[in-house]
């Protein structure tokens, strides 16, 4: 059993296959074949009645070690804890972008911003895309201590081409969204270098 479904499903959470496919880049085919190998070693649970999957204790377990330990065989905790900074300078920008785009002041009332003011959007998008081209400098330290972090720069890169083509829940409101998939990167460095939250 390899690293990859264990800790995607780590990373996102209780999820079902299509989730889980995205976030690993493998077919729904694939990772159903691999949680069925995770269920039969008691490290992931299949909640019938919702059609998803989640991590055991021992599956957290057996995911921290299993990190840990391509972590350090890798020799990349200095390289990933540099790029961890990096990420930290840009998660507050990501989160107020999220909030701008999310509200807006009308005649200096907070309202939720019903998308009818196409320059304000376009200047928000702007900013994002400049967050994104820095983002990707951090996803390219993340991947080059440990490649399977590039799957994150995909994903972002994916979300907010989405964004740009009017699908604007791909921002902040899907699954799959550009703040799901930074939340679940977030988890991600957090797991990998053994941080608490």
């Known amino acids: 059993m390899n690293l990859l479904v264990l800790h995607a499903l780590r990373c996102v959470g209780t999820a079902g296959l299509t989730r889980l496919a995205a976030a690993t880049g493998l077919s729904e085919s694939d990772v159903e074949s691999e ?3 995770l269920a039969v070693a008691g490290l992931v649970t299949h909640v019938a009645d919702f059609r998803v999957w989640a991590l055991t204790d021992d599956g957290r377990v057996a995911d921290a070690e299993r990190t840990t330990a391509e972590l350090e065989s890798a020799g990349a905790r200095p390289a990933m804890a540099t790029a961890y900074d990096g990420f930290l300078v840009l998660n507050p920008e990501l989160l107020d972008l999220c909030t701008a785009w999310q509200l807006r002041s009308v005649d200096g009332v907070v309202v939720t911003n ?3 003011d196409r320059s304000y959007d376009d200047r928000v998008l702007g900013r994002f895309a400049d967050l994104h081209r820095r983002a990707v400098v951090v996803c ?3 991947s080059s201590a440990l490649p399977r972090f590039d799957r994150y720069r995909v994903r972002l890169t994916e979300a907010l081409g989405r964004v740009e083509a009017g699908e604007w829940e791909f921002l902040a409101d899907d699954t799959e969204s550009y703040h799901a998939v930074w939340a679940q990167l ?3 460095q957090l797991a990998t270098l ?3 939250r």
Do not use: C, Q, T, V
């Open 140 to 142: 390219a330290g993340l």
């Open 194 to 196: 053994g941080i608490p």
């Open 186 to 188: 977030h988890e991600d």
């Open 35 to 37: 949680l069925i190998d």
């Open 114 to 116: 019903d998308h009818s």
